[in-house]
């Protein structure tokens, strides 16, 4: 006799059912929307890389962290851990794209990861990159598109935290007189766990690395210096810190820009091996829980890594189920969706018809199954629907069907023609 089939999925593994795989679809919709307005061109770069080209951004640690293996021609070969490589791999190769090149995508994304809270090994990320341009207007159209997509999502929780690892960099270099760039790095490091561990248990993690007690607590006031961009900047000037003039041009062009909820915090760095200059993340007050919901930066040394130093490059990335937990889930997802019950069993081939208009103008529609009409109304309110077309033999003697507003409980006789404009309405 054989066993029983285990039906689980692999660790960090899960199903993403309907009510979710709404919210996704929801967030995706924003997201296109939005790329669109911001004139980002649409594309995804293939789910399988050379492990060669995934080790150029950040070594061969990253198999540790990454599905890597090899195919059945002897490859090394691994899933993408983001869109941003392969579409920094894409762009290099295309020598005949016009700088700037504003590109968006939206997909799945695999890391070796372990699993927790609204983290999982397959998830999904919405990225957008622009590639040619070494302005500050191109990190600021970056934050501009993120920041308002999550107002888009009606996320009011929304905040948009700026930093800049050049300023951190000179600190280090100019204030602490620290040159070693092995030092320097993990300096960076240990600024990075500022919100996670206390100033004491970053002190003994990194003395024993040889960072003096002083240097490391001068280092963590710097990372809580936090605020508005005009607080910051002017500590900063005090500090004599002149790579702080790109902050200065950040914070101009998001107040032209229209773009609220701004804090300047120095702490952050993100992608040690990766991000060169300014950084950012958005984060929602109401779910700290969540960590960034989306972060970003300017990242030149990547296209210099794949052949192309003289291409330049911006970009930021959002975690779709992360964004999931935080977008408010008060719109009804099935706000256009009809339900279309029939009073006699003969008269179905008529709601059929009914039906099928209603999907040609694009609004989502079911019909009854059950042969009752009572039973069919009970079916309707369970399944949150927000209108229902009764079709019944004295109202299509005359020419018409019964639409009832099932949160209003009102309801009113229309042609079947006249129903999907009024539902549209």
Known sequence: MKGILDLSLPRGIRDIEPVEYELHERIRSAFTEMARIYNFRLMEPGTIETLSLLRAKSGTAVDDEIYSFKDKGGREIGLRFDLTVGMTRYVVGRRDLKPPIKLASFGGVWR????????????????????????????????????HLFQRLEL???????????????????????????????????LDKVSKKSTQELIMEYEVKGIKRE????????????????????RLEELKLESAKDLALVRDSLRLRGVRDV??????????????????????????????????????????????????????????????LSVPQTRKETAKAVYVAFTEPHLRSKALEVLSMLRARGIRA????????????????????????IVGKKELAGGEVVLRDMNARQEERLSPGAVAERVSQ
């Open 112 to 147: 070796y990861d372990e699993p927790q809270h609204a983290r999982y090994r397959w998830f999904h990320q919405w990225d957008v990159e622009v590639f040619g341009d070494p302005t500050i207007e191109s990190d600021a159209e970056v934050m501009d598109l993120s920041y």
């Open 366 to 389: 079911e019909i009854g199954r059950h042969e009752g009409l009572r039973r069919q109304l009970e079916e309707a309110s369970e399944g949150g629907y927000a209108w229902t077309v």
């Open 263 to 324: 804090e300047y915090n120095l702490s952050i760095v993100r992608g040690l091996d990766y991000y060169t200059a300014v950084v950012f993340e958005v984060t929602d007050k109401k779910r700290p829980d969540l960590g960034a919901l989306c972060g970003g930066g300017r990242y030149d040394i990547l296209p210099r890594i794949f052949g192309r130093p003289e291409l330049a490059a911006t970009g930021a990335a959002g975690g779709v189920e992360r964004i999931a």
């Open 156 to 190: 009011g929780g929304a905040s948009l935290q700026v930093g800049d690892r050049r300023v951190v960099g000179e600190f280090i270099n100019k204030t602490l007189r620290i040159e070693n760039p092995d030092v320097a790095s993990e300096m960076m490091r240990a």
């Open 215 to 234: 240097d490391l607590v001068a280092l963590i006031e710097l990372g809580k210096l936090q605020g508005s961009p005009d607080k910051v900047l002017a």
